[in-house]
């Protein structure tokens, strides 16, 4: 599943992981056969058409109309006289580069998820899971996974149940039945990914309260060294410092802006970690040769392919996969590895 906006707990984008076995092309125990999608060039341009538009015609769109025009206004108001065409003007343009960069962010990440070449599928493992495989890797769904989705053409909006977090998934991948199934509470007794929730995943932990904080600070801190931190940062201490030493009011609103949203974003990424990491929940891990799977509830599990991480970081209580250079990286409690677990690991990943 693709990311339609900053996301949180794997610092900044995705849900949906790595290719693995091809599903055998046989009906599932839900009644339909697994749905394969060849990655086109015309249907990448499909979908980020299509999420785009939905992006842009939400609420996020309206906020990001508002922030333009407030914007446009105090690039008019320190003019020395006010024109409603020059505020019209400097409001658009400021909406069209807003706008520009979430195409941009949406192309790239829809590129993940349909490489060149690549394909894309859906089908259902057990009666009660649905699995998800494309360029980012395979997650297994259950039923409640999702809070809620909306169809956009050629891409189906997701907000996931576990922590309200906004993600896209092609259209073609889902029927009416399957996002039925996931806006519903699971059956009692269904099949789990696996058997027992743990059994097929040797490596647990119970989240406390200090699991949360010390993946907490580690998210943050990381978003603190990225370079578009250090841009609106950097940005926001300049324009204050012209508000300061040649009285301009609308040089120190912007500047003060420019703090705002970095607060909010770290705000924002402190309370999803929050939502995913909740005290007295398990997480579950094992280490295969090809990846890594990773439950932190029984509602989904993801699978995170060593062939797409980068590299492998050893924290005092947090374990970083990085996944290259504008990727997110995932941040793992370091106590759910046993010492032999984390050496092999490391050597996986290298």
């Given amino acids: 599943m693709g990311d339609e906006q900053q996301p949180g707990w794997a610092e900044g984008q995705a849900v949906m992981p790595p290719a693995g076995a091809r599903p055998a092309a046989e009906a599932t125990p839900s009644g339909r056969p697994p749905i394969e999608l060849a990655s086109t060039k015309a249907l990448t341009r499909e979908v980020i058409s299509a999420a785009a538009r939905g992006t842009v015609l939400s609420i996020r769109g309206l906020v990001l109309g508002g922030v333009a025009i407030a914007l446009g206004y105090l690039v008019v108001a320190s003019a020395e006289s006010f024109s409603w065409w020059f505020f019209a003007a400097a409001a658009l343009a400021l909406y069209l580069i807003e706008v520009g960069f979430i195409v941009w962010r949406l192309g790239r990440e829809t590129r993940r998820i349909l490489p060149p070449g690549s394909t894309a599928r859906s089908w259902y493992t057990a009666p009660g899971v649905l699995a998800l495989e494309s360029g980012r890797g395979r997650t297994d769904f259950h039923g409640g996974s999702v809070e809620s989705y909306?169809?956009?053409?050629a891409v189906t909006f997701l907000r996931l149940g576990r922590t309200r977090h906004r993600g896209f998934v092609p259209s073609a991948l889902l029927t009416d039945e399957d996002l039925a199934f996931l806006l519903s509470p699971p059956t009692p007794g269904a099949a789990r990914s696996g058997t027992t929730p743990g059994d097929d995943l040797p490596l647990e932990?119970?989240?406390?309260?200090?699991?949360?904080?010390?993946?907490?600070?580690?998210?943050?801190?990381?978003?603190?060294?990225?370079?578009?931190?250090?841009?609106?940062?950097?940005?926001?201490?300049?324009?204050?410092?012209?508000?300061?030493t040649d009285a301009d009011a609308a040089s120190g609103t912007i500047g003060v802006l420019c703090l705002g949203l970095v607060a909010l974003r770290t705000v924002a990424t402190v309370r999803l970690v929050g939502r995913m990491y909740r005290p007295g929940r398990l997480v579950r891990a094992d280490i295969t040769e090809s990846g890594l799977r990773l439950r932190t509830d029984d509602d989904f599990e993801d699978t995170w392919p060593?062939?797409?991480?980068?590299?492998?970081?050893?924290?005092?209580?947090?374990?970083?996969?990085?996944?290259?250079?504008?990727?997110?990286?995932?941040?793992?409690?370091?106590?759910?590895?046993p010492?032999?677990?984390?050496?092999?690991?490391?050597?996986?990943?290298?």
């Fill in 150 to 153: 909306q169809r956009r053409g």
């Fill in 205 to 244: 932990l119970a989240v406390t309260a200090a699991t949360r904080r010390d993946v907490q600070r580690a998210v943050v801190g990381r978003l603190w060294r990225r370079p578009s931190t250090y841009y609106f940062l950097g940005l926001a201490v300049l324009l204050l410092g012209f508000a300061v």
């Fill in 306 to 337: 060593f062939a797409s991480v980068r590299r492998c970081v050893l924290g005092r209580r947090v374990v970083r996969l990085d996944f290259g250079r504008s990727r997110p990286s995932l941040f793992l409690p370091r106590a759910l590895f």
């Fill in 339 to 350: 010492a032999p677990e984390l050496a092999r690991l490391q050597q996986l990943v290298a």
